[in-house]
């Protein structure tokens, strides 16, 4: 937030700041039966419904003072590789009337009080998390302000910076828990199988979620053996479009990492987000 405050205070042309989006910040759903709460989380549609609820630019504004990128996928948009995953996934911009037709064709409809509710299932409460801090309840809080409003019934809770630490905490969430992970090609092998704590594997693993499936696992094993970068595009591209289509979580931003300095000094520029800023810091000049 000093970023911005920072720039509106320099005279002009005192100084710059790169935006530097180097992590993933996704709503992830809870994919283990046995935690999962309500079950209707389960059902593709009622995701779906819940992503084309969010105003992704307007709570990067209040948030983030308009510092964060749109996420639509794990691959920021600033490499060939991006560029190909963001054409080919399934984007869910802010659109209620999409909202409401999915959970109709999931069996819910709005009663009287305004949240959704089905015979089966009764009303729709769930629960949405995230770490402690300023700005990620800040986000939350926004996050369910506007579900609320969407029909969604949502309570919020935070997990303490202590047991953030812990995996099994993390993992047990029954809703939605809201995270920042690794972006890009570094983040493929978080979606794997594999990486999903476990009681059997002592709760090791950052696939916090619980995401499990055999056609992702297919296609990240493809990605990890691929020898050209045109077969890891094709392959990457593909675990973007399954991955916007299966729903494991809701893609918001790319957080920035703002890197600020004056007008003395020459050569910071914006990277992909698999690089760093400072790659080339031995051609940097001050004046």
């Known amino acids: 937030p000093q970023v911005a405050l920072l720039m509106q205070q320099w005279p002009p042309g005192g100084g710059s700041a790169v935006l530097y989006a180097n992590q993933w910040r996704a709503a992830h759903f809870q994919a283990r039966p046995d935690f999962v709460s309500p079950a209707s989380l389960s059902d593709p549609r009622v995701r779906k419904a819940l992503a084309y609820a969010i105003d992704k630019p307007g709570i990067d504004q209040v948030v983030y003072g308009g510092q964060f990128v749109m996420a639509d996928s794990i691959f920021p948009p600033t490499t060939d590789l991006g560029r190909a995953a963001d054409a080919a996934v399934t984007k869910y911009p802010l659109d209620l009337r999409q909202t409401a037709q999915l959970m109709s064709d999931a069996g819910f409809t709005r009663g009287s009080d305004g949240f959704y509710a089905s015979p089966s299932g009764g009303r729709f409460s769930a629960e949405v998390k995230t770490n402690g801090a300023t700005d990620n309840e ?57 990486n999903v704590p476990r009681p059997e594997n002592e709760w090791r693993g950052g696939s916090y979620d619980g995401y499990s499936s055999a056609d992702m696992d297919r296609l990240i094993n493809a990605f ?35 890197w600020v300095f004056t007008s003395d000094l020459t050569g910071p520029k914006l990277v992909a987000a698999e690089s760093n800023v400072s790659w080339n810091i031995q051609q940097w000049e001050f004046h």
Do not use: C, H
Request: aromatic share 8%.
């Open 138 to 194: 800040a986000e939350m809080s926004a996050l369910a302000s506007g579900w609320r409003q969407a029909g969604f019934e949502m309570r919020e809770a935070v997990l303490p910076a202590i047991q953030a630490q812990d995996t099994q905490a993390r993992s047990s969430f029954p809703g939605l828990y809201i995270y920042s992970g690794n972006v890009g090609e570094g983040g493929i092998n978080g979606m794997s199988s594999t």
């Open 224 to 258: 990890t053996t691929a020898l050209t970068t045109a077969e890891r595009t094709n392959v990457a591209v593909e675990i973007a479009k399954l991955s916007s289509i299966d729903l494991p979580a809701i893609s918001l931003f790319f957080p920035t990492q703002p």
